[in-house]
């Protein structure tokens, strides 16, 4: 597939099985790294990206049939007369399309079948007990895809037959809920709906970079992050509607229907906030399987262990439970040898995601530096960046909407000189909280937790234009 | 416009305004919902607190917990709990001193890497609400409480909580909990914790102040940059090629980290089909889980026609071929996939 073939010859426009490959398979040179020889990449290590466009413009002149990737053509309109991608008949633009629906449910482009959730080896011992990572390096705005929302599973995911889910509402004492109730999925979504956008982070999101670096890429290192529109029934109104008592009440469990049954305890107050919710509905559709289907508690700003998926029962309470995954795991080893416990609120983040690690860098000049921000306590305030590893920062750009407890974008322009540079982001919540240095986290948290790491991710960009993962204290 | 026309106009614009709302329709929400039976309370109420509010009466001895454990549990988390090279392990790490104080001292060392279950659990009660909803792992459930206590008897003797003879039953394990050698290790003293309303004195609540304090420093805020840690050699092609996760268009591509990963990026649809099924929870192609590993039963069953009684098998369970360890009927697999699985599994489980 990689094999060149000789000069002159028309590029077939095969069905690429890597992203890239239909740019590989001809006879050029490909955008970044395998259009320049060993050679090439020396020269530009040396600071000499300008024959980039000198060979593009080699290769265009060379033959009509040479398929650049658009940016190169579009930097080229030399050789005979132009682009061949204009001068020349597209299959596209020269042949019959697809019939309607099929696709049935419609699926990516084919070409882009390399951003997809991906397990990090040897992180987990056995798949279904494991966790897979979104392709946040590829991702534009807040919303998560449903198909690339990152999963973590205890006991493998199952797919609920919807009609004969139930969820129970009682109390830990008779006296704590009036009349317990046991609701189909018919009765929960006759109730009034609420429809809200909201982060989910595991609590261990970048666990494994709290010693050291560790992964190449954002997908390794922030992608247990996705963001969804959840719609379902704001929990207070189950309670209110089994005439729970919620002055008694300090804590409820949530439980799921699988085979972990996972429980968490979730403090009352966050439920009479009415921002905790029993959802069914993920950016406009049912949710996926893999994320509870067809019920989970939303619990916005908390980890998204608490976030019980395919949600059987909750049970109100007035003492925190110490389950399994909040006596075992998720909690955090403090460098006196205590753990802390019930450690919930994911506190003020963000990270670059383009350009981020594991990439390069097309060209010198204009980048926008985009990323994510968010909160587990409220709204993002503002996003700052930093090209020189935080000696210097600029305020990035806010992009609409800006919601409590949910992803914020923000972008930066940026004119890449061709120099080494430290890409930075560091954001302020609107409790005026400023995420912090990985100097300042460790002198309290240590290098042993293995979660709550939201420290401050530095992506460093060398001549050669290759970005990679590194930090600073 | 009549008046009464323009006051109702007016009155609704003022609603819209100050977010009136269209008169009530219902009050409550009659017919959604209904109550619960006990029996079905009973059923899904099987939560097991701290206090121990929940806990089922009860007994099982260690000698009773060691058959069971090795019938049901030993596959995964080895004979003494030690673990077999797949699982984290349960019991180690900890000291008849630990016993004493309630604070596991190797948790303060640096150079004492494992964190085993025992190590950091503080509460008895964990264990058996856990053990009793979600273990066996592939048979969550199947325990009967007397079950789960004398297993959990077994755990606590290799831990060395609890003598060789030792009853646990759901009086005796509130001494084992004056026993847990990390019951003083944990601490809800911090922010991360949403609770404002504290329950009682073991229960110290929230910390309204977060743990770091950065400021939003924006010009010459040290004087410079100094790289702390980079990834190191062996992880930059350790996540497969990057530049397959990547865009072919946009401003940046994914590095080249590794082959063509054509292969790596295109799974065998099987492959796909065994870990939707369950299947890799128990089998590994190269190493063995619970199960044999793909490899050894292609290698079993290599040149003979073994094909349809393997489907059955797959399908019906069993033991006796491997090990006592016995396979699970795979009811919900249709024969169809079945048989995909086994042809798979006899050409050697490619991954791809």
Request: with cysteine; net charge neutral; glycine share 10%.
């Amino acid at each position: 597939m990689t094999k060149l073939r000789p000069t002159g010859e028309a590029t077939p426009r095969t069905d690429p099985l890597v992203p890239g490959a239909d740019t590989l398979s001809g006879r050029l040179r490909r955008a970044p790294e395998n259009f320049l020889t060993a050679d090439d990449i020396r020269q530009v290590g040396q600071g000499r990206r300008d024959f980039l466009r000198a060979s593009f413009l080699a290769a265009a002149g060379a033959t009509a049939a040479a398929t650049l990737s658009g940016r190169a053509a579009a930097a080229s309109p030399a050789g005979a007369g132009g682009d061949p991608d204009i001068l020349n008949p597209t299959p596209w633009g020269s042949s019959l399309g697809l019939p309607v629906a099929a696709n049935p449910y419609g699926l990516p482009s084919k070409h882009e079948r390399g951003l997809v959730r991906r397990q990090s080896p040897g992180l987990t011992q056995v798949p279904a007990a494991s966790v897979s990572f979104a392709p946040l390096q590829g991702l534009f705005g807040i919303i998560t895809p449903s198909g690339l929302h990152f999963e973590r599973h205890h006991q493998g995911w199952q797919d609920i037959d919807p009609t004969r889910h139930r969820l129970m509402v009682n109390g830990a004492r008779p006296e704590f809920v009036k009349t317990p109730k046991v609701y189909t999925m018919d009765d929960i979504m006759r109730l009034p709906p609420v429809s809200r956008m909201h982060f989910i982070e595991c609590g261990a999101n970048t666990g494994m970079e709290w010693g050291n670096v560790a992964v190449p890429t954002v997908q390794y290192t922030h992608g247990m992050l996705s963001c969804s529109e959840f719609t379902g029934v704001p929990l207070r109104t189950l309670l209110e509607d089994c005439g729970a008592d919620l002055k008694a009440a300090k804590f409820v469990l949530a439980e799921g229907g699988d085979g972990s049954s996972m429980t968490r305890t979730i403090p009352i107050e966050l439920v009479l906030s009415g921002e905790v919710m029993v959802a069914y509905g993920q950016n406009g559709e049912m949710l996926r399987p893999e994320n509870g289907y067809p019920l989970r508690l939303v619990v916005p700003g908390v980890q998204g262990v608490s976030w019980v998926k395919w949600l059987r029962r909750i049970e109100v309470g007035d003492r925190p439970y110490a389950t399994k995954d909040e006596a075992v795991h998720y909690i955090d080893l403090m460098p006196d040898g205590q753990h802390r416990q019930y450690t919930s609120i994911q506190e003020c983040k963000s990270v670059i995601t383009s350009p981020s690690g594991g990439q390069t860098l097309l060209d010198k000049g204009y980048f926008t530096i985009s990323g994510l921000a968010w909160s587990g306590r409220g709204a993002v305030k503002r996003v700052d960046v930093s090209v020189d590893g935080g000696i210097n920062w600029t305020q990035a750009t806010l992009q609409t909407p800006v919601l409590s407890k949910c992803l914020t974008r923000f972008t930066l322009p940026w004119n890449w000189d061709g120099r080494p540079a430290l890409l930075q982001s560091r954001a302020t919540d609107e409790t005026g909280f400023v995420q912090p240095a990985y100097g300042q986290l460790r002198a309290v948290r240590g290098t042993r937790s293995i979660y709550h790491n939201n420290a401050i991710q530095t992506w460093q960009v060398a001549e050669s234009g290759d970005v990679n993962n590194v930090q600073i204290l | 416009m009549s008046r009464s026309c323009k006051a109702a106009l007016l009155a609704s614009a003022i609603g819209a305004i100050l977010g009136w709302t269209a008169p009530v329709l219902a009050d409550g929400f009659a017919n959604v919902g209904r109550p619960a039976t006990p029996a079905e309370i009973k059923a899904w109420d099987i939560d097991v607190g701290p206090d121990f509010a929940g806990l089922p009466k009860g007994s099982g001895t260690v000698s009773r917990g060691m058959e069971i454990w090795e019938e049901k549990c030993a596959s995964c988390h080895g004979t003494f709990g030690e673990s077999n090279s797949v699982f984290n392990p349960l019991v180690g790490g900890t000291t008849a001193d630990d016993i004493k104080t309630g604070h596991v001292a190797a948790l303060k060392r640096t150079d004492f890497p494992a964190r085993t279950t025992f190590m950091k659990v503080a509460t008895v009660s964990t264990l058996y609400d856990y053990i009793r909803r979600a273990m066996p792992w592939n048979a969550p459930k199947s325990l009967s409480d007397d079950d789960v206590y004398a297993v959990l008897a077994y755990l606590l003797n290799l831990a060395e909580i609890v003598p060789d003879d030792y009853t646990l039953t759901d009086a005796t394990i509130r001494d084992v909990q004056g026993r847990m050698p990390n019951r003083n290790g944990m601490t809800s003293a911090h922010a991360l914790w949403p609770n404002s309303n504290p329950a009682g004195p073991d229960f110290p609540g929230s910390v309204a102040k977060p743990d770091t304090g950065n400021a939003a420093c924006m010009t010459d805020c040290k004087p410079k940059a100094e790289l702390a840690s980079q990834l190191p050699d062996h992880a930059r092609g350790a996540h497969g090629n990057i530049a397959a996760q990547n865009r072919i268009i946009g401003p940046v591509r994914g590095q080249r980290t590794g082959p063509d990963a054509a292969a790596a990026d295109a799974p065998s649809p099987a492959l796909a089909l065994a870990e939707q099924s369950g299947c890799l929870s128990c089998h590994a192609v190269d190493t063995r889980v619970v199960g044999p590993s793909y490899s050894e039963i292609a290698a079993r069953y290599r040149g003979k026609d073994s094909a349809e009684a393997l489907v059955s098998k797959v399908k019906a369970g069993g033991d006796g071929v491997w090990g006592a360890v016995p396979m699970p009927p795979q009811t919900e697999l249709s024969v169809d996939d079945a048989k995909t699985l086994v042809a798979w599994i006899l050409s050697g489980a490619p991954q791809k």
